[in-house]
């Protein structure tokens, strides 16, 4: 049994030893950091400006779609992350995520399927019903979205670093800036 000694164990499981789980983990936990500084940064440029911009967090860095200039963009991403690590913990959570529109959609979904199947199978009752799932779903999954932001889809950044903006144009002609980050090792 001496060959077994000779076997080399792939880097990549020394470095997780309970890998793929703990590097998945990993993977989570800087996208959702990544998630608040993106939404912090939005909320940061929407106090200097009426432009609606968009934005999507990858764990290297996140989009910012819409008409803004990249260093105005540069500097509201390092106002953002300084007051975020100051703790100003609501600029985390921004209303037009798309945290909110999932958990409007299964709110909405769910709520319809429970009405519909309560209610007489009639056009009307159903049709009543179906507005009424709407509008309790409208009402509440603005809360529910920002809680789920609070505590699923974004985390207060803790070894967040921005490392620079990079202005990117597709196809069609439109612009859009990725602010790219990095982890300072502890
Ligand atoms: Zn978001």
């Known amino acids: ?104 959609m299964v709110l909405t979904a769910a709520l319809s399927l429970g009405v519909s199947m309560f209610l007489p199978r009639r056009p009307l009752p159903q049709l009543l019903g179906a507005a009424a799932a709407a509008y309790t779903s409208a009402q509440v999954a603005g809360e529910l979205g920002a809680m789920a932001q609070r505590h699923l889809t974004t985390s207060m950044p803790r070894n967040l670093e921005i490392v620079g903006v990079k202005t990117l144009t597709d196809w069609l002609g439109r612009h859009s800036h990725f602010v790219e980050v990095s982890y300072i090792s502890r």
Request: aromatic content about 4%; charged content about 20%.
């Open 1 to 104: 049994m001496t060959q077994t000694s000779n076997v080399r164990v792939p880097e990549i499981l020394t470095e997780h030893q309970d890998w793929p789980l703990s590097a998945a983990q990993s993977l989570w936990e800087n996208v959702r950091q990544v998630h608040a500084l993106e939404h912090a940064t939005i909320w940061v440029l929407s106090e200097q400006t009426q432009i609606h911009l968009g934005g999507a967090s990858t764990d290297r860095g996140f989009f910012v779609h819409g008409q803004v200039d990249s260093g105005d963009l540069l500097r509201a991403a390092h106002q953002a992350l300084r007051r975020l690590n100051q703790g100003e913990e609501r600029l985390a959570v921004h209303p037009r995520c798309g945290t909110n529109l999932s958990v409007g």
